[in-house]
C-alpha cells in the first residue's frame, strides 16, 4: 500500500509542477511561431470615404484605397496604442468638373505637385493613374483637414494631403486620423 501511495503523490507532483511548464512552453512556442504576413486588401467600397471625404470633395466614385492603424506592424505581436492612428490613401474619381471646380478657386492657390504621390503603399501603386498630372495646395489640405476636425469626435483628428489631377477628376487623398 505505500508504494501505491508514494506513485500517487509522484504523479500529482508530475501534474502540478509539470503544467505551469507546458502551459509556458506551449505559449512561448506561440509567440515565437512565425507569422504569415499580413497583405493589405485594396478595398472599393465608396460610403466610408464619402462620409469623411464628400463634404468637402464632392460624391467620390471608383475608389481604389487602404485604411489601416500605422502602428500596427501586422506580425500579431503589436499592441494597440492608446491613440490610434489611422491612415486612408488612396484615389477616387470627382463628380465631371470637380477637380477643376476645386483646383481653380484662387483662395487655395494650386500648383502642380511635381510626381508621383510619395510613400504609396504598394498595393495601390498599380491604381496610379500613368501620366497624371497632379496639383496641390497647403491653403486646401489645411481647409479640408479643418473640415473633417469639425466633425464628430468619433471621426478622429485628420491631418492630410490632396492631390488633384483636373483632366481626370481624380484626386489622390492620404489622410491620417488620430483617435483619442
Known amino acids: 500500500m505505500d508504494t501505491q501511495r508514494g506513485h500517487t503523490n509522484r504523479r500529482r507532483f508530475l501534474l502540478i509542477a509539470g503544467l505551469p511548464l507546458l502551459t509556458v512552453g506551449a505559449g512561448l ?4 511561431w512565425p507569422q504569415p504576413p499580413r497583405r493589405s486588401e485594396v478595398r472599393t467600397d465608396l460610403e466610408p470615404l464619402n462620409q469623411r471625404l464628400g463634404p468637402f470633395l464632392g460624391e467620390l466614385t471608383d475608389a481604389h484605397w487602404l485604411g489601416y492603424d500605422i502602428d500596427d506592424t501586422g506580425d500579431g505581436r503589436s499592441i494597440p496604442g492608446p491613440d490610434p492612428r489611422i491612415r486612408v490613401v488612396g484615389f477616387a474619381q470627382l463628380p465631371a468638373g470637380g477637380a477643376a471646380e476645386i483646383t481653380g478657386k484662387p483662395d487655395h492657390a494650386f500648383a502642380a505637385a511635381g510626381g508621383a504621390p510619395p510613400d504609396l503603399p504598394d498595393a495601390l501603386k498599380q491604381y ?17 483637414n479643418g473640415q473633417g476636425a469639425a466633425g464628430q469626435a468619433s471621426d478622429g483628428i485628420p491631418s492630410g494631403r490632396y492631390l488633384f489631377d483636373p483632366a481626370r477628376d481624380l484626386v489622390h487623398f492620404d489622410v491620417l486620423y488620430l483617435f483619442t
Not at 128 to 144: G, I, K, M, N, V
Open 128 to 144: 496610379l493613374p500613368a501620366a497624371a498630372t497632379w496639383r496641390h495646395s497647403p491653403s486646401f489640405d489645411a481647409y479640408a
Open 29 to 32: 512556442t506561440y509567440l515565437m
